[in-house]
C-alpha cells in the first residue's frame, strides 16, 4: 500500500498551530498566535498575545489603550516561553499577524531568521514599516503564507432566516472560505 495523500504541508501545519493557539486568547479585539520552528521542523514554543503571567485576564484592563501597556505578544511569549531557547537562534517564526516593531526586536536579538505571516493589515503603520526596515537591515527573510486551494478551509453556514444579514456580522479569517445556505422555509 502507498502512502496516503492529501495531506498538509509542513508551512500549512505550523500556520494552523499558530492559529489554534490564538484561539486562546482572552483579547476581545485581536487574537494572534505564532510558532517557532527550528531544524528538523521541530516545534520550540508556541504563544498567543495575553498578560504576563500572574497578572489577572479578569482584572488587568483589555480596552484599548490601556491594554498596550501589559499585553505581552504572541510572538514574544512563543520565544520567551519556548523549551528550546538555545535552539531558537536560526529558527522561523509563523505568526498570524505581521510582528510590530517590539516584537521584530526580539525575534531579531534571538536569531529567528525567518518570518511567514498570514496576515499584514497594519502594513502601513509606522510599527510595521519599522519592522521592515530591521528586518532588511538584518537580512532576515520574510514572506505572507496563503494557504494553497486544496488546504484551505470552507464553512458552511445554515441560514434559517429570510434575512441574511442577521448572519453577516460573523469575521472569518481571511483564507476561510464561506458559504451561505438558505435553510429557511
Ligand atoms: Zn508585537
Redesign the pocket.
Known sequence: MSKRTGYISWDTYFMRMAETSSQRSKDPNTQ?GACVVGEENMILGIGYNGFPRGCSDDEFPWEKPDKYLYVC????NALLNSNYLNLVKGSKIYVTLF??????KIIIQLGVNEVIYLDDKYKDSI?NIASRKMFDAVGIKYWQYIYPENESRKVIIEINSKDESDVKCIQMPNDVEVEFRQIYE
Open positions: 494572534v505578544h504572541a510572538e514574544m510582528p510590530c516593531n517590539n516584537c521584530a510599527e
